[in-house]
């Protein structure tokens, strides 16, 4: 069993998000109360700070956050550092991915995310029903949410500082393909590439991930990878994970992601998992 840490990090989708996209009361509650007992608590999320508020309780609180796989950290919400993607890559990466006809979003900071309008009916066709069935309902729900109100549709490229590409298809096929140009393109302008599901990739500025903004994070409350834990499920928590001298990951995990971890939670991210193993673990 895990020694008990001083910090924890917790991974959002698939975590502590059920895959109807949201945190039960119970999870807020045992947040609190390890925080009453003096442990730090974090969010780290491949999720922009903006998209955070509306699937958590009301009174949701921890130390800070780390958004975007990495991009930003906030304590409340002040941000304590961002990174941003340079406007020539983006500009770039959206003429990619128009060749492709790739459904993207683009997230500034301090703005809603955007895509172009002349992109929009190709990106609203890769929603259509019926759901493909590999893609995750919470995923799915995101986008049809995303396609109806979220996305500002812009005649062109507004802002200067972006947090992170979102990129989605309906088809591992597509995606996959997608992902080999995003891959070609980085021989040329160096950025990170992640995956949170298999219909899904994001881009970040080149070296950030979870990891590196976990520890910016760290050094900003005087805390070490080495008492800190870390909770997750898919392939953008890897370096999380690896970061940590405590990785857990969840039940729902496949099987790679639980080959990283020291322990794995009993019950799924539907099943309050992330609550039941910091209840049982701590309390």
């Not at 009361?25 to 922009?48: C, H, M, N, P």
Request: aromatic share 10%; charged share 30%; with cysteine.
């Amino acid at each position: 069993m895990l020694q008990k840490p001083k910090a924890i990090f917790l991974d959002m989708d698939g975590t502590i998000l059920n895959h109807q996209n949201q945190v039960s009361v119970k999870t807020k509650e045992i947040i609190d109360d390890l925080r009453k007992d003096g442990l730090f608590v974090f969010i780290a999320t491949g999720r922009s700070f903006d998209e955070i508020e509306s699937v958590v309780p009301e009174g949701f609180k921890v130390d800070g956050y780390v958004t975007s796989n990495g991009m930003a950290g906030y304590i409340g919400k002040e941000p304590i550092f961002q990174h941003t993607l340079p406007l020539e890559l983006v500009e770039t990466i959206i003429k990619k991915a128009r060749e492709n006809k790739v459904y993207y979003e683009l997230f500034p900071y301090g703005d809603s995310r955007m895509t172009l309008s002349q992109d929009k009916e190709y990106v609203i066709q890769e929603i259509r029903e019926p759901k493909p069935e590999s893609v995750g309902i919470n995923e799915w729900l995101s986008r049809k949410e995303a396609i109806s109100r979220k996305i500002a549709w812009k005649d062109t490229i507004e802002g200067k500082e972006f947090s992170k590409f979102y990129f989605f298809a309906r088809t591992k096929e597509h995606i996959n393909q997608w992902k080999q140009v995003l891959e070609d393109l980085r021989k040329e302008i160096d950025f990170t590439a992640s995956t949170s599901s298999a219909h899904n990739v994001e881009v970040m500025v080149a070296n950030v991930n979870k990891a590196t903004g976990i520890k910016e994070m760290l050094e900003r409350f005087n805390l070490s990878a080495e008492e800190t834990m870390g909770i997750g499920d898919s392939d953008n928590d890897i370096q999380m994970l690896q970061f940590v001298s405590m990785p857990v990951a969840m039940q729902n995990a496949p099987d790679h992601i639980k080959e990283l971890a020291a322990e794995v939670t009993d019950l799924s991210c539907d099943e309050d998992g992330v609550c039941h193993f910091l209840t049982t673990r701590f309390k």
